[in-house]
């Protein structure tokens, strides 16, 4: 298992190839899935649609790429 912080990993959900620390999948407690899946889980939990989980995730992006270096 991939765990380092700056190493790629592979998310097993959607594929997609990130370096932010994972997040553990709801749906079996073991699988580190990326950190978009995460909160699209997350959402889901709370009965968020799938739309409205997506507008979530663009926003998070845009403030994250608002965010200045430190």
Do not use: W
């Amino acid at each position: 298992m991939n765990t380092d912080k700056n190493e790629p990993k592979v998310c097993p959900l959607c594929g997609r190839t990130y370096t932010e620390v994972p997040a553990l999948s709801r749906k079996d407690n073991t699988m580190l899935i990326c950190p978009d899946c995460g909160t699209r889980e997350s959402l889901e939990a709370i009965g968020i649609s799938p739309e409205e989980q997506e507008k979530v995730l663009e926003i998070i992006h845009e403030k994250l790429a608002e965010k200045p270096c430190k």
